[in-house]
């Protein structure tokens, strides 16, 4: 029962030789040049260790919708195309609608400048 394992055993343990090996060799070898810019903490795009209420621009918002905007359209544009013959005009009205309202939201953003970055 157990030589049936051990082909997976060979494989796990070549596996973790070979990463310790290579991050071993990065270490030793890579180019260590730390300066402050690199060793700061950087998270969204604002120092970490500020004010906890500080207000957040609204593009960040605006960029947030436009994702969703963009995400949910991929999202329900595949499967829709690909069962539109099955589901006949019923289904392309329906997408119709559900593409109107997204560009809807689309010239929102347009509208509120999401679209130009500074």
């Given amino acids: 029962m157990l030589e ?5 055993l060979i494989f ?8 310790v090996m290579l991050l071993s060799m990065g270490i030793m070898i890579g180019p260590h040049r730390p300066d402050a810019a690199k060793n700061s903490p950087y998270e969204c795009g604002f120092e970490a260790f500020e004010d906890s209420r500080m207000k957040f621009d609204v593009r960040y918002y605006l960029v947030a919708i436009l994702f969703i905007i963009f995400d949910l359209e991929i999202a329900f544009l595949f499967p829709w ?3 539109l013959d099955s589901i006949g005009l019923f289904g392309l009205i329906a ?8 560009v809807i939201g689309f010239i929102y953003e347009w509208k509120n400048g999401a679209l130009e970055w500074e």
């Avoid at 049936?4 to 997976?8: A, G, R, S, T």
């Avoid at 796990?12 to 990463?19: F, H, K, M, P, R």
């Avoid at 997408?95 to 997204?102: D, E, N, P, Q, S």
């Fill in 95 to 102: 997408m119709a609608v559900f593409l109107g309202i997204l």
């Fill in 12 to 19: 796990i343990s070549v596996g973790v030789v070979a990463g």
């Fill in 81 to 83: 195309a690909i069962v």
């Fill in 4 to 8: 049936q394992y051990l082909p997976i």
